[in-house]
């Protein structure tokens, strides 16, 4: 019994939802901030007063306390220069000193009392290899590391970090990470997605938490990734990159099972960057542009036309179809055409407040490749995706402890996958459905796909963050969230296809299931305090949620549409769903052991609304006004916006050690309880009938250890590496796996088995060489052992054999990247070549044959004759691109 309320509201574009923030004079964003903290001693180790320490260049700074201590508050990420001066003493300047996102820098100065001269003191900061003040597993990527490996996205950068597997992190579902841009959500409510692509050239730094979390992240049971964004800077500066690739890999064409054909320009990207002031007092601008173009090495060819040929056959005395003849072009069956870039507006003119305003925008046409379509390309539906995030932020600070973060977002997003816009557009008529070719399997020689789908949402979201210093070793920060989306998804038009009579296609128009629009409502506070004594860092916080899904459910489950009539039988009313609310706890503790090494402890109770696209799919209950006695109704699983929160206990301990300045390691262990996950309940009417819908049933567990390993400098040599092993089970691996057990007819009842994501054994490897301002190369190595299938025994059947008992082969991947830098004048410019699958592994944790656990071939070759002949289920071959950078005022 759901309450219809599509077309309530007009859709609105990217003009009209731009509206409200065009509007407001262009306004430092309430992105996540750092903070500097330690001591200033004399060489008799006596606390000095009143010293002035500040950042260069900077608008931050403090005074020194009578213990000789200070902190400088809501430093945005970054690598500064630390100028610290009083009267008496030699000023001394402290180089590369790196600060990261919602982190102390740790910094004791020692002054040397000033003599004759007052030369200045110059000192270099090293920030050491692992961080023993740290409460919980985070890893931190900064933008002069992104430049020097072969990433080019956010989604790159964050693979690589410890205990994520293909955006699973430590064996959780997809669509448990809260993915952030400048400490604001940037999840699309729709699937918790990220809904945002973001180009290497706009970050700043990037943080990756695998592990438990402060209270201030929410709706996220697995982890977060914060993108620190790059600012406007105080003199104009450009960049320029540009380059150029295609799919390398003769030889192995036979292999691959396709035609190898080297295309140097399939994969084409443009970038252009500039910043410095806008001409108006004490403000900076930020502007980034994209042009990315990427075509697929499976190309098809126009064989058959879309549209078959009519023709009277007096056999049968009808008009029949046959295949007609395309022009024989070929075309690449995948593609990607991107627009993206970004604006970003810094004002810092009031004294005590910093404002900006920021728009982030994808424009993105695609097409997914499906080799089934290869002689009739045009066929296939085509991806249309416009995303635009934007808003106002400001800091205000409110004296020398404390400040306040406001930001004021819309993330706005349109999704739409078809063939064409119209339902009633005349050309489906004229193509009718897609159609086998009868003597080759998975080969449509003429038709369009019918999938019909689209998808928009239009959150307003507002968070504010209230931070003060309340003495020396203690912070508090509190805050509170509000997220208001507008939700649109389902299929516009359904096509039936019923045949064809007299040369025309039969197809039957239905808007059945629609599309239809909800209106939720996310909101959220936490308080998070933080402690750092010299030996032990204490970090304890608190988490409210809310969620009200705004929606009705049949107020009795067992006659839901009212089909069931006679006495005594309840009849259902629209009963509105309840409101949740829930409480979660967070503990941090990092105790370290010396200067150099250091244990922490974390645990915490994470809860996460599920996806408004999950909840209320298939949630109109009076599609069961026809479901008879004594029969089931397992092929849908009815949706329920009255679902409970998800939720995961965790607990990880770790310990660190530096062994010399520039290497260290890291080991931690850590284990995960997962409880409520989005599974299946059958329902039992009263007349015997039975359905299936989402309840909270399911369940699992991860446990697992990580080990880390980081050498900085060995001449010009540099070496990261991480493993993780890792065991994740439960009673489903997908929501809708119990139902569909049901509806073959096998035992339902729940089971544990590892899940499909379950890969016990990963390595990722970094190696970097680099000597400055002349030359770099890195090289990123993956390994990993297989994740899990179902073995076969026959065709069809598993032969009793345990679900997920079977492990894919072991794989690893290696990417290169390698750049030569030239500099003149005040400009830098470089070439650079990445090459992506080095060796050119055709395996790499994808596809098997359930009958041999082997990619390349199957005991059943007549049944899977048509993926023995598709190149697409193999990892996609070795790919080369070729660059330039360009950039001025470095």
Request: include cysteine; glycine fraction near 8%.
């Amino acid at each position: 019994m759901r309450r219809k309320i599509s077309g309530r509201t007009a859709r609105p574009r990217f003009a009209v939802a731009a509206l409200p923030f065009v509007l407001v004079p262009a306004l430092l964003r309430a992105g996540t901030t750092g903070k500097i903290s330690g001591q200033v001693l004399d060489r008799q180790e006596r606390p000095i007063v009143a010293v002035t320490v500040a950042v260069v260049g900077q608008p931050f700074g403090a005074f020194t306390s009578t213990t000789g201590q200070f902190n400088v508050l809501n430093v945005p990420p970054g690598v500064y220069e630390v100028r610290v001066t009083r009267v008496g003493f030699k000023p001394t300047v402290i180089q590369n000193v790196v600060v990261s996102a919602d982190n102390t820098t740790k910094l004791d100065v020692h002054l040397d009392e000033a003599g004759i001269t007052t030369e200045t003191v110059i000192v270099s900061a090293e920030r050491p290899p692992v961080e023993v003040n740290l409460t919980s597993s985070i890893a931190t990527v900064r933008s002069q590391e992104i430049e020097a490996l072969p990433v080019q996205e956010l989604q790159d950068i964050v693979n690589l970090q410890a205990g994520v597997v293909d955006g699973h992190f430590r064996g959780g579902r997809l669509g448990e990470v809260q993915y952030q841009i400048d400490g604001v959500s940037a999840n699309n409510a729709y699937d918790n997605s990220m809904s945002l692509r973001l180009d290497r050239s706009l970050l700043q730094e990037v943080q990756v938490i695998s592990g438990t979390f402060d209270a201030e992240y929410g709706q996220a049971m697995s982890g977060v990734v914060n993108a620190i964004l790059k600012d406007g800077t105080n003199r104009f500066h450009w960049d320029v990159e540009a380059f150029t690739g295609g799919f390398l890999f003769p030889g192995n064409s036979d292999a691959r099972r396709t035609d190898y054909d080297f295309r140097p320009v399939d994969i084409r990207n443009f970038t252009v960057t500039a910043s410095g002031p806008l001409g108006l007092p004490a403000t900076t601008f930020l502007a980034n542009i994209r042009r990315y173009n990427f075509e697929d090495y499976v190309y098809g060819r126009r064989v058959y036309g879309v549209v078959p040929d009519r023709v009277f056959s007096p056999a049968v005395n009808d008009t029949i179809s046959v295949a007609s003849r395309g022009d024989g072009s070929e075309t690449p069956l995948g593609y990607n055409r991107e627009w993206s870039g970004a604006f970003k507006v810094t004002n810092r003119s009031l004294d005590h407040v910093n404002l900006s305003y920021q728009a982030i925008y994808n424009h993105i046409e695609s097409r997914s490749t499906n080799y089934a379509f290869r002689y009739n390309p045009d066929g296939m539906t085509a991806q249309r995706t416009g995303v635009l995030c934007h808003g106002i932020d400001g800091t205000f600070t409110l004296g020398n402890a404390s400040y306040l973060e406001v930001a004021l977002r819309q993330n706005y997003l349109e999704y739409k996958d078809m063939v064409y816009d119209d339902a009633f557009d005349r050309r489906y008529d004229a193509a009718g459905p897609p159609e086998p070719d009868p003597g080759t399997p998975g080969l449509f020689i003429w038709g369009v796909d019918f999938n019909r789908f689209e998808q928009m949402t239009n959150n307003y979201l507002l968070k504010s963050t209230y931070v003060r210093q309340i003495s020396q070793v203690q912070q508090l920060k509190t805050g509170a969230e509000l997220q208001i989306p507008e939700v649109r998804f389902g299929t516009p038009g359904t096509l039936v296809y019923s045949g064809t009579q007299g040369g025309n296609v039969q197809l039957t128009r239905t808007n059945e299931p629609g599309v239809d629009t909800y209106w939720p409502v996310f909101g959220s506070a936490f308080v998070q305090d933080q402690v750092e004594w010299p030996d032990l860092t204490l970090r304890a916080g608190l988490r409210l949620d809310y969620f009200d899904a705004r929606s009705y459910l049949p107020s009795d489950l067992r006659n839901p549409a009212n089909a069931i009539m006679g006495m005594g039988i309840p009849q259902s009313v629209p009963q509105r769903t309840s409101r949740k609310v829930t409480l979660a706890p967070r503990l941090g503790v990092a105790y370290p052991i010396t200067e150099r090494a250091g244990v922490h402890f974390a645990y915490g109770h994470f809860y996460q609304y599920p996806a408004i696209g999950n909840i209320f799919a298939n949630a109109d209950y009076s599609r069961l006004e026809n479901l008879q006695s004594g029969t089931s109704r397992f092929d849908v699983v009815f949706g329920n916006p009255d679902i409970e929160p998800e939720k995961s206990v965790q607990y990880e301990m770790g310990y660190k050690q530096a062994l010399t300045l520039d290497f260290g390691y890291e080991i931690t262990a850590f284990y995960k309880d997962i409880r409520n996950l989005r599974g299946v309940e059958f329902i039992i009417t009263y007349n015997d009938a039975s359905y299936a819908r989402l309840a909270n049933v399911d369940f699992g567990d991860v446990l697992g250890v990580t080990f880390a390993l980081d050498h900085r400098k060995l001449g010009p040599a540099s070496l990261s590496l991480d493993y993780t092993w890792q065991t994740g089970q439960g009673n489903t691996s997908d929501p809708i796996e119990t139902a569909a057990r049901a509806d073959a007819g096998e035992d339902a009842r729940p089971r544990v088995s590892p899940f499909n994501w379950d890969q016990r054994n990963t390595l990722n490897l970094t190696l970097a060489f680099e000597q400055s301002d002349r030359w770099s190369a890195s090289a990123i190595v993956q390994a990993a052992t297989g994740q899990p299938y179902t073995p076969e025994v026959e065709s069809g059947f598993s032969g009793g054999l345990e679900n997920n008992s079977g492990r894919k082969p072991v794989s690893a991947v290696v990417d290169l990247r390698a750049e030569r830098i030239f500099r003149w004048s005040r400009r830098r410019a470089s070439v650079f070549g990445r090459i992506f699958n080095l060796f050119d592994a055709r395996f790499f944790n994808g596809n098997v044959y359930t009958s041999t656990g082997s990619p390349y071939y199957s005991r059943f070759g007549i049944r899977d004759e048509a993926t023995l002949r598709d190149p697409t289920w193999f990892y996609p071959p070795r790919r080369i691109e070729i660059g330039m950078t360009l950039r001025s005022g470095q």
